[in-house]
């Protein structure tokens, strides 16, 4: 069964992460996951759980486990800055067998557009096997213009990480 299943097969799987210290405590409420899953459910993905996982080594083995899902998608949300518990991409790499840096670029001049502190974003966008991961902020507002910036191509993608180029 592939990672990226064709729709006829059923619908693709796509899950979340939120990276946030604060959240995971219980101290402060994830406002970034339901915008996420409102935006893949919206572009017929099935989602897993969102797991909400404190800044740091968590959120790599958060994605492990998740990888061995076979998702279509992966979206993690959070610990993209400069703090020193800020280590999401640092999670992401490794894991990442192709980077896209085309989707990063265009998601910071997205937000560049609106704040330069978009352009002290960190986050990683690339491919695990057919597995498609993107590192979005943390914020509600940086999370929806990220999301605007892969509407346009999101369908695309997975067809190509699929081996589907359009047959």
């Known amino acids: 069964m592939s990672a990226c299943e064709p729709h006829a097969h059923g619908s ?66 959070g610990g993209t800055g400069l703090s020193p518990d800020d280590k999401t991409p640092e999670m992401t790499l490794p894991l990442l067998d192709r980077e896209i840096p085309g989707i990063m670029e265009g998601i910071r001049r997205a937000g560049a557009a609106k704040t330069p502190m978009a352009m002290l974003s960190r986050g990683h966008a690339g491919a695990a096997g057919k597995t498609f991961i993107i590192n979005l902020p943390g914020s509600p507002k940086g999370v929806m213009d990220g999301l605007a910036v892969l509407d346009p191509v999101i369908g695309h993608l997975c067809e190509q990480l699929e081996g589907n180029h359009g047959h």
């Open 12 to 77: 693709r799987k796509a899950g979340v992460v939120i990276a946030s210290t604060r959240a995971a405590a219980g101290l402060y409420n994830d406002e970034t996951g339901p915008v996420i899953l409102d935006w893949l459910k919206e572009h017929g993905f099935d989602t897993f759980p969102t797991m909400v996982v404190p800044d740091g080594e968590p959120v790599g083995a958060a994605l492990r486990a998740l990888l061995t899902q076979e998702p279509a998608v992966v979206i993690t949300s």
